[in-house]
């Protein structure tokens, strides 16, 4: 069973309240029905939100405080606590990845913190400029969606025996700042103009690491992304424009 359903943190941030209540009595639904059921595996994403003050920013480690700053943090790191007591009290096997942030060229920015790295190609594209919401010079972990999805499937086909941690795997793929993603698309799209004009995400962003230290899944699971930031880069824009071309807009 995949449980992917969730209240992102800037969105959360406007409605702390409504975003406990899906995150948290989501979880709970899912994981009490797998007990009673005997479901074989769940899968329930977390992210780099649990994250907070007082940490190593760069290859933050597998395991460090969690003191988030944001509900949805908050919902992640009592999420991975929630998911570990049905492991260790119902034997339910539940796994578990800390996603950084997600770029896709299928779906559109819902609410995230790091969503400036996904709608910044978009309307890189669209209009030829962005008006970005962090600084230039704001570095957070990033992951190509088909190096998420990858890594998703790998975790969930392992065998019992090499899924050490019931908790939120560390994973990451790459890590960049807003500006030097701004002057990577403007190599494939010369015309392209980005401003940065900080908001309350900025503080967010501020609050997660700049890198995390995956060693646990790579050597668990066997983990290793595909895409660096040039790649990624190259990939997302020619999927983009053939996209555009052929009139499907993303949803």
């Given at each position: 069973m995949y449980h992917l359903a969730a209240i992102l943190s800037a969105a959360g941030e406007k409605n702390p309240q409504m975003a406990w209540d899906v995150n948290m009595k989501g979880l709970e639904n899912i994981l009490e029905?797998?007990?009673?059921?005997?479901?074989?595996?769940?899968?329930?994403?977390?992210?780099?939100?649990?994250?907070g003050p007082g940490i190593p920013k760069v290859k933050t480690p597998q395991d460090v405080p969690l003191i988030p700053s944001t509900m949805y943090g908050i919902t992640k790191?009592?999420?991975?606590?929630?998911?570990?007591?049905?492991?260790?009290?119902?034997?339910?096997?539940?796994?578990?990845?800390?996603?950084?942030?997600?770029?896709?060229?299928?779906?559109?920015?819902?609410?995230g913190t790091t969503d400036y790295a996904v709608d910044m190609f978009y309307q890189a594209i669209e209009k030829g400029h962005y008006t970005c919401f962090v600084r230039a010079d704001t570095v957070l972990p990033m992951m190509y969606m088909p190096d998420a999805i990858r890594a998703t499937l790998m975790i969930m086909d392992a065998s019992p025996k090499?899924?050490?941690?019931?908790?939120?795997?560390?994973?990451?793929?790459?890590?960049?700042?807003?500006?030097?993603?701004?002057?990577?698309?403007?190599?494939?799209?010369?015309?392209?103009?980005?401003?940065?004009?900080?908001?309350f995400r900025q503080k967010i962003a501020d609050s997660w690491p700049q890198s995390v230290d995956d060693s646990r899944a790579r050597?668990?699971?066997?983990?290793?992304?595909?895409?660096?930031?040039?790649?990624?880069?190259?990939?997302?824009?020619?999927?983009?424009?053939?996209?555009?071309?052929?009139?499907k807009p993303p949803s």
């Amino acid at each position: 069973m995949y449980h992917l359903a969730a209240i992102l943190s800037a969105a959360g941030e406007k409605n702390p309240q409504m975003a406990w209540d899906v995150n948290m009595k989501g979880l709970e639904n899912i994981l009490e029905l797998s007990r009673e059921m005997g479901v074989k595996r769940v899968y329930w994403p977390s992210s780099i939100a649990v994250f907070g003050p007082g940490i190593p920013k760069v290859k933050t480690p597998q395991d460090v405080p969690l003191i988030p700053s944001t509900m949805y943090g908050i919902t992640k790191a009592a999420g991975e606590l929630f998911c570990n007591y049905y492991y260790e009290r119902y034997g339910v096997d539940v796994r578990s990845i800390r996603y950084p942030g997600i770029i896709s060229n299928k779906v559109r920015p819902h609410g995230g913190t790091t969503d400036y790295a996904v709608d910044m190609f978009y309307q890189a594209i669209e209009k030829g400029h962005y008006t970005c919401f962090v600084r230039a010079d704001t570095v957070l972990p990033m992951m190509y969606m088909p190096d998420a999805i990858r890594a998703t499937l790998m975790i969930m086909d392992a065998s019992p025996k090499k899924v050490t941690y019931h908790m939120g795997h560390n994973l990451s793929g790459m890590s960049f700042s807003a500006g030097e993603l701004a002057k990577e698309i403007k190599k494939h799209i010369p015309r392209f103009t980005c401003d940065f004009v900080p908001d309350f995400r900025q503080k967010i962003a501020d609050s997660w690491p700049q890198s995390v230290d995956d060693s646990r899944a790579r050597k668990d699971w066997g983990w290793k992304p595909k895409y660096d930031l040039a790649s990624m880069t190259k990939d997302m824009i020619t999927a983009l424009k053939t996209r555009a071309k052929q009139g499907k807009p993303p949803s």
